[in-house]
């Protein structure tokens, strides 16, 4: 598995978490809950905005691993 690939992964990996924890966010009654919830789902998402530009990077210096 190259690099790339593995980066791509982590990438769908932390989105699909990101999804639950907005998900679970939804479901939760106790607002402070709601909101550390929120929060965690917040610096997440930075997380894979960073990880997705890196991605880009990547794909740029290796144009082999676009798409994969």
């Not at 990996?13 to 965690?40: C, F």
């Not at 930075?46 to 691993?65: D, F, I, M, N, T």
């Amino acid at each position: 598995m190259t690099v790339a690939s593995q980066v791509k992964q982590c990438t769908y990996t932390l989105k699909s978490v990101e999804q639950g924890l907005i998900h679970l966010s939804a479901r939760t009654q106790k607002e402070e809950t709601r909101k550390t919830i929120q929060e965690a789902a917040s610096v997440l998402s930075e997380v894979v905005a960073e990880l997705e530009k890196r991605v880009g990077e990547l794909e740029w210096h290796e144009p082999q691993y676009k798409g994969l």
